[in-house]
């Protein structure tokens, strides 16, 4: 089946420090991946996606790139603010799939 | 902002108690889903539906009933409340399968004592 492995975390960083989320998948089919942001008391937003192949995911100065041949997802910032501190959450679902299957999550913490 | 509501926001039961939790939209959308977000364990599957009185099972749906009568509405029912049940949940909606992405309610957080 479907599963999602992403870093445990949590994770602390200084503001404008690079952050790296690591996310790995198993997929049977050829699934979309994604990455949600939760910030404090909310529900979760789609940060970005991508659905084929060395397609790059951007938004909010976050990137991520699909890459099939080490079936990763991993997210980027170059450099982070106080308000990207939220919890990250890298999830998949196949091309014909209800089913999101997400991975545990990061919490990352922001420190000015 | 989709157009998601959750409803109660917080809720606090006894043991044994029956609780539904509702879920509602004004997006239109075909599909709609129950979830349920614990430490350690991202967001996990209750149940979902794929239109008006078809629903299926997720991957932890013991002890939860839904229902949707509607197109907008979505609930989800604790039949027996027990403690392993306080979770926060989340309800989420989406136009399709595969690359449509899921739009997240605001959560219902409750505990049960």
């Known amino acids: 089946g479907n599963s999602v492995t992403q870093m445990e975390g949590p994770v602390t960083l200084s503001e404008e420090a690079f952050l790296t989320i690591n996310c790995t998948y198993t997929a049977t089919g050829y699934p979309s991946l994604f990455w949600y942001v939760q910030y404090p008391g909310e529900g979760l937003q789609l940060l970005l996606k991508?659905?084929?192949?060395?397609d790059k995911g951007s938004n909010k100065g976050f990137e991520a790139t699909y890459r099939k041949e080490t079936t990763s997802f991993h997210l980027e910032k170059g450099s982070v603010q106080v308000s990207d501190s939220a919890v990250y959450f890298c999830a998949l679902r196949d091309l014909n799939d209800y089913k999101l299957s997400f991975g545990a999550g990061t919490t990352v913490t922001v420190r000015a | 902002d989709a157009g998601i509501t959750q409803s109660p926001r917080h809720k606090v039961t006894e043991t044994g108690t029956p609780v539904t939790l509702r879920c509602h939209q004004t997006e239109n959308h075909r599909y709609m889903y129950w979830y349920r977000q614990d430490p350690g364990h991202g967001l996990r599957l209750i149940h979902y539906s794929y239109g008006v009185k078809d629903t299926d099972k997720g991957e932890v749906s013991d002890g939860y009933s839904v229902s949707r009568s509607k197109t907008e509405d979505f609930l989800l029912t604790l039949e027996s409340a027990t403690s392993s049940q306080t979770s926060v949940y989340f309800c989420a909606i989406s136009e399709g399968q595969g690359f449509h992405e899921q739009y997240f309610g605001p959560g219902t957080r409750l505990t049960v004592t």
């Open positions: 991508a659905t084929k192949a060395d």
